[in-house]
């Protein structure tokens, strides 16, 4: 009975934990730059001026955030919602109930709290100048992308079993972003103009 009665309480965890909206911080370099938020084509929200933060409802759907600023080129991240860990409680302690009001709500998903993005100036006086700008964006990724790593690397998931799936999942979606992040770096390069 009283295995029923805690079950029962506990059901939708994540929805009474973590709730089914958050905020999301986003800051860019330089800042005072508009972004719009977009989620299965509708827009879900906007901040007028860098560094700014926007409340959004949860949901298994990714945001794609698009910032601009006037003499910069524009950029673009996705932000994928992950599976939140108040589930795999919910699971254990709520049951089924719990996890379909969770999955439901989107109480069972969450994005990043902050998001940082550079928007590359227009023009650059040489080719050099542009390269080294470039150049550094890209070592900062790289640099990103092996901390992330080592830190999915020694995390209980993989150390646990790092060839199991998750783990693979885990350093697929690292690789990934690194990768994704590399190929906008490169494709604005080559749309800044030399005076």
């Known amino acids: 009975m009283a295995v029923s009665i805690l079950a029962l309480?506990?059901?939708a965890c994540a929805?009474?934990?973590d709730g089914t909206s958050q905020d999301i911080s986003v800051t860019t370099v330089?800042?005072?730059a508009t972004c719009e938020f977009e989620r299965v084509g509708s827009v879900v929200g906007l901040i007028d001026a860098t560094p700014g933060t926007i409340h959004v409802s949860k949901s298994k759907d990714s945001i794609v955030v698009t910032c601009t600023k006037e003499g910069h080129l524009s950029a673009t991240e996705v932000v994928s919602s992950d599976f939140g860990g108040?589930?795999?409680g919910n699971i254990l302690l709520g049951g089924v109930v719990g996890v379909v009001i969770d999955a439901s709500s989107g109480a069972n998903n969450k994005?990043?709290?902050t998001i940082s993005l550079a928007l590359p100036p227009e023009k650059f006086?040489?080719?050099e100048a542009r390269d080294t700008y470039f150049d550094a964006l890209a070592e900062d990724a790289d640099r990103?992308?092996?901390?992330?790593m080592e830190a999915a690397n020694n995390s209980a998931l993989c150390r646990k079993d790092p060839d199991g799936s998750e783990c693979?999942?885990?350093i697929a979606e690292i690789e990934t972003a690194v990768a994704r992040e590399r190929d906008q770096i490169e494709t604005q390069r080559s749309e800044v103009i030399i005076e």
């Open 125 to 127: 006086e040489s080719a």
């Open 111 to 113: 994005y990043p709290d």
């Open 30 to 32: 330089p800042g005072g």
């Open 9 to 11: 309480s506990t059901g």
């Open 168 to 170: 693979v999942d885990l």
């Open 15 to 17: 929805t009474i934990v």
């Open 144 to 148: 990103r992308g092996k901390v992330a």
């Open 86 to 88: 108040t589930t795999l």
